[in-house]
């Protein structure tokens, strides 16, 4: 993980900017999942949904302007030039915005939360499941 220089960040400000940002740009499914002792990647993970292409790469591009505005370097960004599904990693905090469809096909919240929503029946996620299920039985 690449230090991220910005403000201290004991205080969760990083990620309240983070959950801000996404709440004014309308993302939708806004989820927080808490890493701390279970990960050294990041303190918290953000997953969040775009209506469209165009909505994920603007939401994507205003939380990196605020970030940058409020004065964390480092911060890296990885798929906006299709943005089915942007990464933002900020150091303690790695935001992942998704177009619906992408988001329930990923199901990234089942890999890293006990508590996040199970993935609908018949769901490629749901489908994979099943069959990486039947392989580790037999």
Known sequence: MAHIEGPDQV??????????????????????IDLAGKSALADHMVVATG??????????????????EDGHKGVRAEGLSTC????????????????AEVREFYGI??????EASPVASGSPASVADRQLGAELSA
């Open 11 to 32: 205080d969760g400000a990083l990620h309240k900017l983070v959950l801000k940002s996404l709440d004014d740009d309308l993302a939708q499914e806004i989820v927080t």
């Open 51 to 68: 209506r469209s292409q165009r909505h994920v790469g603007a939401v994507a591009d205003h939380l990196l302007r605020k970030l940058k």
């Open 84 to 99: 089915d599904w942007v990464l933002v990693d900020a150091g303690d905090v790695v935001v992942h915005i998704f177009r």
């Open 109 to 114: 919240e089942k890999m890293w939360a006990a």
